[in-house]
């Protein structure tokens, strides 16, 4: 019996194989360099000072292009911001809304707010960047094989056309104007470059650079796309807990009912 | 108040035994899950009917809290599930463990049917309650097919797009079949609603279904892993305290292995493009369902035709249904059956290398991969099991249950 349950473990291990098969399959075509992030492992919590400069990344140079629509600005206090710091983060934000005639106009955002879209709507965003709305960072971290990895890879994976081999430039029939993106899927991408050393001046003092700019906005999405995590990794330790408590105690009683037909 | 094997139960508790002369519910549960005789020599794998029914109540709780705040609507879906995850107090975990619960969901099934295969519980005269399982399990795909449009993502809209127009493949009425599916000419707001009130109807059919499949269950007992028939009360202990207790040891593990993925990966099992809202201008590179159909989806690919792809894909399935059939073998335990033991275990292994072909894009090796691996999942059954029955001599039964497990104990 004991082997039997041994080839069951076997095949459910091969079914999870093959659900990381799904992964690998739709995966981009260079392997992403793998970051160590400090919201990893099963205790893993997001950076707060990272997620905040990650921000400032977003709100200086993204929010230009993508919205963050289901984001409200309340929630920035999860990351270890007090609500007067966010409320003079917002402070100059305004946001289309009706008033009492019915007419659209444009007031201070409230803390309740979800993040200001840089369009009034998809059409508006298409038609400013070359037909393609830039999508919506929301879950942006959660909906790209490599999560993270592949913010971080993305953002500075840019290659300027003048430094490709022509082998490159022939196989992707690359163009002056092209973006190449060792990342990106085809490697043609329609985004110029975002971020670059010293474009953000950062106000706690850190280092602007290309890589730290890539990793703080990776955080930030990450953590936009889950700001639950860290309360589910905490419900999970005890749950798992709990459950393992319960089934020693289970199995004792199983044994104890058990003992005279043995 | 409770009694042994067979006396009816004497109730001394007023109102319970007032209930009972008119409705007798406790006389019932008392020899239906109390005294009900069970063969005393289970292994875990028959914890697994157990652990599916549990994974299906879970469902279905999970699930009406997830209706009280989904909106199915196209613009508003993707969104609405979003809001469940970080607006509505654990919503994140309610959804969680309602995705993650499909996958496990199919696991215990799966592992449920594996043990059914692997000992023979199929045969004479178990065969409706085998036929009743199947039907469970169909019931099954289509709602979690129909549970995965609902967050109207990338592969939400492509996977229903792509299942929907296999239906096309019949003959002369096909296109108007998928119109009538789709409720226009392509996936649109009317499919959404259909499939979000279906998917909250099917499970409530599976309830019953799994009330038919318990109710044939216990007209003639489990089987076991000798395959032979209980003999006396030797051989068998009453279903409580003994196989709740085992059972509930059981669940509990299984609810561990299932909270590790619903606290620490809930995502690990899905896909990321289904975190991209629906688009029907952009296809998304390669399309994939749930890792639970993909042996089946490496099925419909392995057939060039689609009508023939569509047939073998069903037939996979219709296979099942006649399985008590095929098999030939007067044994049902594969542990009597040297040489079905083995093809058994091929066969698993097959159906795992056919979810893999699924997995993977149908190119290369994968295309002649896939199948071999369909040809062999049909020589099993429609050819291997009816002449292996025939062919294969069997190793001496143990004259009782109570006679192996004392071998056991002595050995």
Not at chain 1, 38 to 49: K, L
Request: glycine content about 8%.
């Amino acid at each position: 019996m004991r082997r039997l349950i041994v080839s069951g473990a076997i095949a459910l291990a091969a079914f999870s194989a093959g659900a990381g098969a799904i992964a690998l399959a739709a995966g981009t075509e260079v392997p992403l360099p793998k970051r160590h992030w400090h919201f990893q492992g099963p205790f893993g919590t997001y950076d707060r000072a990272a997620a905040q400069r990650g921000y400032q990344v977003y709100a200086e140079v993204c929010a230009a292009c993508h919205s963050l629509s289901l984001v409200a600005y309340r929630n920035l206090m999860d990351l270890g911001l007090t609500e007067n710091q966010v409320k003079g983060l917002i402070k100059d934000i305004v946001v289309p809304d009706l008033n009492d005639d019915g007419q659209p106009i444009e007031r201070p955002a409230r803390l309740s707010d979800r993040f200001r879209k840089p369009f009034p709507n998809q059409l508006a965003a298409a038609a400013a960047n070359n037909g393609k709305a830039p999508p919506d960072l929301s879950v942006i971290v959660k909906a790209r094989e490599g999560g993270a990895d592949y913010m971080y890879a993305l953002l500075t994976g840019y290659v300027p056309f003048d430094k490709l081999t022509p082998a490159v430039v022939k196989e992707f029939s690359v163009n002056k104007d092209d973006n190449f993106n060792t990342y990106f899927a085809g490697h043609k991408i329609a985004m110029a470059p975002p971020l670059a050393d010293d474009k953000v001046t950062y106000v706690d003092g850190t280092k602007s650079t290309l890589s730290q700019q890539a990793s703080d906005v990776s955080e930030f999405l990450a953590w936009a796309s889950e700001p639950w995590m860290e309360d589910r990794k905490r419900t999970g330790v005890r749950v798992i807990l709990f459950l393992l408590a319960l089934a020693g105690l289970m199995y004792a009683v199983k044994r104890q009912v058990w003992a005279d037909k043995h | 108040m409770a009694s042994s094997h067979g006396t009816p139960p004497v109730f001394t508790n007023k109102i319970v035994a007032w209930i009972d002369y008119r409705l007798p519910i406790f006389s019932y549960i008392e020899k239906e899950y109390h005294t009900f005789p069970t063969p005393r020599n289970f292994n875990y794998f028959w914890n697994f009917g157990a652990i599916a029914t549990v994974m299906l109540v879970l469902m279905i709780a999970t699930g009406i809290v997830l209706a009280i705040n989904y909106t199915p609507y196209v613009t508003m879906a993707f969104d609405s599930v979003e809001r469940i995850d970080r607006d509505v107090p654990q919503g994140w975990l309610i959804r969680d463990l309602h995705m993650n619960g499909a996958s496990f969901f199919f696991i215990a099934v799966y592992i449920h049917i594996f043990r059914g295969m692997y000992y023979g519980s199929y045969k004479a005269p178990r065969e409706l309650l085998w036929i009743l399982g199947v039907v469970i399990f169909l019931l099954m795909m289509a709602t979690a097919f129909m549970g995965y449009v609902l967050p109207w993502g990338q592969m939400s809209f492509w996977g229903a797009t792509v299942i929907t127009s296999l239906f096309s493949a019949i003959p002369v009425v096909g296109d108007a079949v998928v119109t009538w599916l789709w409720g226009g000419f392509s996936v649109g707001n009317p499919t959404l609603n259909r499939f979000y009130a279906l998917h909250y109807l099917l499970p409530f059919i599976i309830v019953a279904v799994v009330a038919l499949h318990v109710v044939a269950l216990h007209v003639h007992g489990s089987n076991n892993p000798t395959g032979i028939d209980p003999k006396g009360p030797q051989d068998t202990v009453p279903f409580h305290p003994y196989y709740t207790m085992k059972d509930g040891f059981g669940v509990v593990v299984f609810l561990i292995v299932f909270s590790g993925f619903v606290f620490f990966a809930p995502d690990y099992l899905g896909h990321p493009d289904n975190y991209i809202p629906a688009d029907p201008l952009v296809t998304p590179a390669h399309i994939v369902p749930e890792w639970y159909f993909l042996p089946f989806y490496a099925i419909l690919r392995a057939v060039p035709d689609k009508l023939g792809g569509v047939i073998a894909m069903f037939g996979a399935i219709a296979v099942l249904f006649i399985l008590p059939w095929l098999d030939t073998s007067r044994v049902r335990s594969a542990t009597f059956r040297p040489i079905y033991k083995w093809f058994m275990m091929v066969l698993v292994v097959d159906v795992v290398v056919l979810g893999l072909c699924g997995a993977n894009p149908p190119a290369g090796f994968w295309i002649p991969l896939s199948q071999v691996a369909t040809l062999y999942y049909f020589f099993h059954f429609l050819i291997l099991l009816p002449i292996l029955g025939k062919i294969e001599r069997p190793l001496p039964l143990p004259p009782s249950i109570a006679d192996s497990v004392l071998k056991k104990k002595a050995g």
